[in-house]
């Protein structure tokens, strides 16, 4: 069973402080990991999908990693407006399964 | 970027009335739709899955006569809410699937209140 688990549940960050968010994941055959933002009340917003290890993607102060293992949202001088909830979800290959397994999500808060 | 959109945006409603909730994908196809729930400060739950054309496939615990699907285009899945109750209110957001990157984009969410 594809399994995703994200570290720190909460995380408080002070304006300018770099920081990384975690997602660890299990999955037989990764088709595809993504990175989304929600903010309170509204749908995810799409950020960023990986395909294969190695593989980095950026947007603005966002920076996206994967391994074999884990991937790594990295926030580089955050601002007030990065204050979200930051989920992490996995798509696998297992029996054409069309479905998103989700992490529980990191809420940022970022202090100006 | 891809746009999904989704009405109404909040309903209240009686208990025992049926709710409708369309979900549309407003700048490209998508084969595939879903529709989730979410309660409050926790993670997204998948409802069902829907393939245009076809009948839509819920997951476990998630009661097909109650919530009932239509894809009926390649743009366009509505979701029903039929006798809603207090206990069905809840945060209801679609989401679709665009092409062979296998990027799935999500609506704004439906706040539904049952009284």
């Known amino acids: 069973e594809d399994q995703v688990t994200q570290s720190p549940e909460a995380l408080r960050l002070q304006e300018g402080e770099s920081s990384s968010l975690n997602c660890s994941y299990t999955?037989?055959?990764?088709?595809?990991l993504f990175w989304y933002r929600q903010d309170p009340g509204k749908g995810p917003e799409f950020l960023f999908t990986l395909y294969s290890a190695g593989e980095e993607k950026e947007k603005e102060r966002l920076k996206a990693t994967l391994t074999k293992k884990e991937s790594f949202l990295h926030i580089t001088a955050p601002k007030p407006e990065d204050s979200a909830t930051y989920l992490c979800a996995v798509r696998g290959t297992q029996g054409g399964s069309e479905k998103l397994v989700f992490g529980k999500g990191t809420k940022l808060t970022v202090n100006p | 970027g891809a746009v999904v959109s989704q009405h109404p945006s909040w309903v209240i409603c009686k208990s025992g009335t049926s709710v409708k909730i369309e979900c549309r994908s407003l700048d490209f196809q998508a084969t595939t739709m879903f529709w989730y729930r979410q309660f409050p400060k926790q993670s997204l739950m998948l409802m069902a899955t829907?393939?245009?054309?076809?009948?839509?496939?819920?997951e476990q615990g998630v009661e097909k006569d109650k919530f009932l699907i239509n894809h009926a285009s390649l743009t366009l899945s509505t979701l029903t809410v039929t006798s809603a109750h207090p206990e069905d209110s809840s945060f209801y957001i679609c989401?679709?699937?665009?092409?062979?990157?296998?990027?799935?984009?999500f609506g704004p969410g439906t706040r539904l209140t049952v009284l």
């Open positions: 989401s679709a699937r665009r092409g062979a990157l296998d990027e799935q984009f």
């Open positions: 999955v037989s055959g990764l088709r595809g």
């Open positions: 829907s393939n245009e054309g076809s009948k839509a496939t819920y």
